[in-house]
């Protein structure tokens, strides 16, 4: 009946919850689902490659590309700069293809400013204290960060009203989650406002 | 986190558009998903088991029924009465567990009434015309009967906008929309609207 263009996913929540693994285990589900790689001013990680999780650009092009308006969201955090590309976004939801992104809590609440069609999804671990757990166990941080990001996640848990979705990331069945996500993208195609009024008329005609 | 009670799903569109045969091929899915059976004074068609089908019975019953408000709908129609009893219901939902039911259009709007928390399903053939072809194959209805089905389907279809999702059974892949169902099943519980301000508390503080 109707495709018409993509749908944009927004996976966010706490540092920590878990969404990076759970977004690439659905990516490996949805081959045709696109990924919306932010850029930053951040050095890689030893095992991040530039373009794939993140481009990574220089202060100076990272002003450049913000200031023509090219970031659908910017954000500083810890000294270092994070925004996402509005352009392919754009490109690819015209195009008909599903988008996902996974930005900070602040972030996902800018881009549904910019797309209110855009679907929300908060993912929690199952329990608070496990977010301690998981930041300890990737050794990314510092445990000054970890304390800033554990106050950090706290105060996200109150912006949560906001999204379309939660949904839980139980640390033992992580396979859960990804299908719960499923469900969530199918779904979310059936809904009535996805239809504009000429696909309906269509159908009632035919 | 939390499960709260039961949600309940309620699939309705013209008749001839598979509502039956989804829904069955759906409970194969989903055992634990109860089905309200309606009530209706009408003969049973050949096939059809009181209890499974409809529980069949008499115009005095009928009216008892209603009149003591255990009705959570009712309708006429061809001369007979069809209604949904609300006591299995109410209790499945309070037990936890999800129900589906398959009403009329009008029966389904009369549902969400009731219950505002209902999820609204709309089933549409991928082509209107088929929904002749359906209703001379099953060869249930008179030619001035399948006449006012389609009539009456065309009316249905003005209410379209009180459903929450739409889903097209496409005559040559059913098990497309059975899968579609299943996601809508799945996604619904997630919904924020879903989660007491309770529940998410608990998450914060765990």
Redesign the interface.
């Known amino acids: 009946?109707i495709t018409g263009p993509g749908l944009l996913f927004v996976v966010s929540g706490p540092s920590g919850a878990g969404k990076d693994t759970l977004v690439e285990g659905l990516r490996e589900h949805r081959p045709s689902l696109r990924y919306s790689v932010s850029a930053t001013t951040r050095a890689p990680r030893p095992e991040e490659r530039d373009g794939e999780h993140y481009f990574f650009v220089s202060s100076a092009d990272f002003e450049r590309l913000r200031r023509d308006g090219g970031l659908l969201e910017w954000r500083e955090y810890n000294g270092n700069l994070y925004g996402t590309p509005r352009d392919y976004i754009e490109r690819s939801l015209t195009e008909g293809y599903d988008v996902i992104m996974k930005p900070e809590v602040n972030g996902a609440l800018a881009v549904k400013v910019g797309y209110p069609d855009a679907v929300l999804?908060?993912l929690?671990p199952?329990?608070?204290?496990n977010l301690r757990e998981r930041l300890l166990a990737r050794r990314t941080e510092t445990n000054e960060e970890i304390a800033r990001r554990l106050e950090i996640a706290?105060q996200e848990?109150k912006f949560?009203?906001r999204?379309?979705?939660?949904?839980?990331n139980a640390q033992d069945r992580p396979q859960e989650a990804v299908?719960?996500l499923?469900?969530?993208l199918?779904?979310?195609r059936?809904?009535?406002h996805r239809?504009p009024d000429d696909s309906?008329r269509r159908?009632?005609?035919?």
Do not use: G, T
Request: proline share 0%.
């Open positions: 009946m999804i908060f929690v199952d329990r608070f204290s706290q848990m949560i009203r999204f379309d979705y939660i949904v839980v299908r719960d499923e469900a969530i199918q779904a979310e059936f809904r009535i239809y309906i159908v009632e005609s035919s």
